[in-house]
């Protein structure tokens, strides 16, 4: 099973995209928290196959959960960073190949990106249960 963390400091918004993902990703398993300090301590102790982080938490900030992410060992290829801000502005603070992605979590468009990356780690999630024997993450 593929596993998920939302880092993300408002509830509704964490409950909206977990409850989504648990109805049509049924093989990913989410885990959520609003606390930059305990998505560390996660990132830390166990495998993430997916890091969904606000850009705008409290302190510590979102750019400095990024920094950890990745000197504890995540691939940057495996996050995607969540913000209100405008797509644009995200787009120039953070390159193309500096993480996964980088969405505006209310747009319509955006989401859609995110459903197609979630869409891909449901389908390695089931060939993977098909197939244990191969072994690996999402």
């Known amino acids: 099973m593929a596993r998920i963390l939302i ?11 977990t409850e989504n993902i648990k109805a049509l990703y049924p093989l990913l398993q989410v885990e959520t928290t609003g606390d930059a300090l305990q998505a560390r301590e996660i990132l830390k102790g166990e495998r993430v196959d997916l890091l969904l982080m606000d ?36 787009h120039e603070r953070f390159p193309m190949g500096s993480c996964l992605a980088v969405l505006n979590k209310f747009e319509a468009k955006q989401q859609a990106c995110l459903d197609m990356i979630l869409s891909s780690m449901q389908r390695k999630a089931a060939a993977l249960k098909r197939c244990p024997s191969q072994g690996g993450g999402g």
Do not use: H, T
């Not at 880092?7 to 995209?17: A, I, M, N, R, S």
């Not at 750019?63 to 995200?90: H, Q, T």
């Open 7 to 17: 880092v993300d400091g408002d509830p509704l918004f964490v409950e909206g995209l």
């Open 55 to 90: 850009l705008e938490l409290p302190a510590p900030p979102g750019i400095d959960l990024l920094e950890s992410a990745l000197s504890s060992g995540m691939d940057k290829n495996r996050i995607v960073i969540l913000s209100a801000r405008d797509p644009e502005y995200l």
